[in-house]
């Protein structure tokens, strides 16, 4: 884990969390600002007159059209039996823990009664991290294949010795250079092969048309036709040391995953990765992190009653 990421970080403690989010009625209060900065605005017909239920929990209903619409549509949260103090705190924890936290952790800091209950918190909370509208990488975007450990039942962390997949994922990763050459947004997914399709695939859905990839000199990359291509032979040179941007986002790809984890799961590598992108990425911007972990900013912007009025200009 690089220091910086704990430099930026600056979450409020749990005590101020536990301030600012006392019961349910101040998590709704937060979710409904969030949705209608403005007011109540009928997501059906636009309607700006509408009223809380007292029947049902969070829930408004519009005094036109009479469609009824939640606090928590569109998010982690909705049809969740969880208190929204339990999910708030685990956005919390989630967003300003930089190493992340495992379920068990998750079960013990929220007192939850099951681990399965944690589990599952987490696991939605994961799946959010992937911003749906994310943009591709641009300009020089570094870019290399690795190999993780996972680990299996009988063996803790089976790494294998040599050249042996097994007990080893396949990784591919980029990373953006930005401000000439300092490292920014970056991307890793589990790779098939070293195949052109697999290879080039992978950096079409993450690199921006017309970007140049830096690569090495894998035959697999001259494939590429709508980039840019600029390969590191590797004869002499080790990798880490032509490309080091992406090497030090994988060896900390792999360190967190054994501090935090205890090693990976292969069913799971998707998630991690989800994960460890997510917190790279937003590292300076621990606000919008909790934001995003919770669903809030996925369909329910504060563009959405600007959006309506002028719609019905
Ligand atoms: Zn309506």
């Known amino acids: ?6 430099k930026h970080s600056r979450p409020i403690s749990r005590a101020a969390f536990h301030k600012r989010f006392p019961d349910d009625r101040a998590c709704a209060q937060f979710l409904f600002e969030k949705r209608w900065p ?3 605005v009928c997501p059906a017909c636009g309607g700006l007159r509408g009223w809380e239920l007292s029947s049902k929990k969070f829930t408004w209903e519009c005094a036109e059209c009479h469609r009824q619409t939640s606090v928590t549509a569109g998010t ?5 039996k969880l208190p929204l103090t339990t999910w708030f705190m685990a956005a919390h924890l989630v967003s300003s823990h930089s190493n992340g936290i495992s379920a068990m952790q998750l079960q013990g800091q929220l ?4 681990y399965k209950t944690a589990w599952l918190v987490l696991h939605k909370l994961r799946r959010a991290m992937v911003a749906p509208d994310r943009s591709p990488l641009a300009d020089i975007v570094e870019v ?14 089976a790494g294998g010795q040599g050249r042996s997949h097994i007990g080893k994922m396949l990784v591919i990763g980029a990373v953006e250079l930005i401000d000439g050459g300092k490292p920014g947004r970056i991307r890793l997914e589990p ?6 399709a697999s290879i080039t695939g992978f950096v079409s859905r993450t690199v921006e048309r017309g970007a140049t990839v830096v690569s090495d000199g894998l035959a697999s990359y001259r494939s590429l036709k709508e980039h840019k291509h600029i390969a590191k032979v590797v004869g002499t040179m080790a990798a880490h040391i032509l490309l080091p941007w992406i090497h030090r986002v994988f060896a900390n790809f792999k360190r967190w995953a054994l501090g935090t984890y205890h090693g990976l799961r292969k069913a799971h590598l998707r998630r991690y990765m989800d994960e460890f992108v997510f917190r790279w990425n937003r590292r300076r911007y621990v606000r919008s992190a909790f934001d995003t972990l919770l669903g809030l900013s996925v369909g329910m912007g504060h563009a959405s009653y600007r959006d309506i009025v002028d719609h019905r200009a």
């Open 1 to 6: 884990m690089p220091a910086r990421w704990k």
């Open 38 to 40: 403005d007011g109540f």
């Open 76 to 80: 982690v949260m909705h049809r969740s």
């Open 111 to 114: 007192g939850l009664g099951s």
């Open 144 to 157: 290399d294949e690795s190999e993780v450990p996972f680990r299996t039942k009988d063996d803790p962390i």
């Open 191 to 196: 790779l098939a092969d070293f195949t052109a």
